[in-house]
C-alpha cells in the first residue's frame, strides 16, 4: 500500500495508537535515503553518503546509498535491518515533519501498518500529546533543525565550487559490468587549494568536519559489495572514479 501522509490532528487521531518499535520493512525498496549533516559522524562509518542534483529543481542534496539497483536496499535482508546506524529520514517513520500552512506541523502515514488500535497513544484524554508524541516531535524537531543546517552546509559547498561529478563502476561476479552515474563528492585537490582563511571559516561552522566525515565514507562502498552477496546480483567490486560518458551508465 503506498505511503500517505496527512497532517496529524488530534481530534480525528484521538484514538490512534502507534506500534513503537520500528522494523525499518518499508524502507526495502529505497537504494538512497536523505542523510543530514548531524548524522555524517555515525553513518560514515556504515555507509557511503553522496551528493546528489535533482534533475527537476537543479536542487543538491546529501544521500546515504544503501543500495546500488534501483528499488533494493541492501541493508535490508533476513528481515532485519543489517548495520549499526539508520538514517534518521527513515527512523522517523510513521511520522514526518513538513510546511503546514506558514508553520511545520507533524504529519503520519495513515496507510503504514505499525498505525491502529495497539501501541503507545498519541493524545491523552485532554487532548494533549501523550509522552510518546512529545519524544517523537522532539526527534522530528531535531531532525528539521538538522536539514536546516544541511542546507547551508550545502549551499556553501556549491557556493566554494567544491563537488566534482564522478560515478561508481561495478563489477558483478557474473561477469557484467556497469556504471553509476549522477552522483557528486567533495575534490580532494579542490578542498586543499582554499585558503586558510576558508578553511578556518568551514571548520568554524562545524562544516569541515561535515566534509571529512563524508570523504571518510565512501570507504564503505565495500560494505555494499558485502551485502550483495545475500542477493541474486552479488558483486565483485565498486570502484570510484572520475566520471566518465558511458555507454552502459545508470543514473544513481
Same mark, same amino acid.
Given at each position: ?78 528481515? #532485519? ?21 506558514? +508553520? ?7 496507510? /503504514? ?8 497513544? !498519541? ?10 508524541? +512529545? ?38 561476479? /557474473? ?15 579542490? !578542498? ?11 571548520? #568554524? ?32 567490486s565498486l570502484q570510484l572514479r572520475p566520471a566518465q560518458v558511458q555507454q552502459n551508465a545508470q543514473p544513481a
Amino acid at each position: 500500500m503506498a505511503i500517505n501522509y496527512i497532517p496529524l490532528d488530534k481530534d480525528k487521531h484521538s484514538a490512534l495508537k502507534v506500534l513503537p518499535k520500528v522494523s525499518f520493512e518499508y524502507a526495502k525498496d529505497t537504494h538512497l535515503a536523505a542523510a543530514t549533516i548531524r548524522e555524517f559522524a555515525q553513518l560514515a562509518t556504515t555507509m557511503p553518503i553522496f551528493f546528489i542534483e535533482d534533475p527537476n529543481t537543479k536542487n543538491t542534496h546529501t544521500v546515504a546509498m544503501l543500495g546500488i539497483e534501483q528499488s533494493k536496499n541492501l541493508f535490508w535482508a533476513d528481515d #532485519k535491518w543489517q548495520g549499526p546506524h539508520v538514517p534518521l529520514n527513515i527512523q522517523r517513520y510513521p511520522f514526518d515533519i513538513r510546511p503546514d500552512g506558514d +508553520k511545520l506541523g507533524v504529519f503520519i502515514d495513515e496507510n /503504514s501498518d505499525m498505525i491502529g488500535e495497539q501501541g503507545e497513544t !498519541l493524545f491523552t484524554k485532554e487532548g494533549e500529546a501523550s509522552e510518546f508524541l +512529545k519524544n517523537r516531535q522532539q526527534f522530528l524537531a531535531e531532525l528539521a533543525n538538522s536539514e536546516m543546517l544541511n542546507q547551508r552546509f550545502i549551499a556553501k559547498i556549491v557556493e566554494l565550487e567544491l563537488l566534482e561529478e564522478v560515478q561508481i563502476g561495478i563489477q558483478y561476479e /557474473s561477469g557484467q559490468s556497469r556504471n553509476i552515474t549522477g552522483i557528486n563528492a567533495v575534490s580532494e585537490k579542490k !578542498l586543499h587549494a582554499l585558503s586558510d582563511e576558508v578553511i578556518l571559516d568551514l571548520h #568554524k561552522q562545524g562544516f569541515l568536519g561535515a566534509i571529512y566525515a563524508m570523504l571518510l565514507s565512501l570507504g564503505q562502498l565495500n560494505r555494499l559489495v558485502e551485502l550483495s552477496v545475500k542477493t541474486d546480483m552479488p558483486v565483485r567490486s565498486l570502484q570510484l572514479r572520475p566520471a566518465q560518458v558511458q555507454q552502459n551508465a545508470q543514473p544513481a
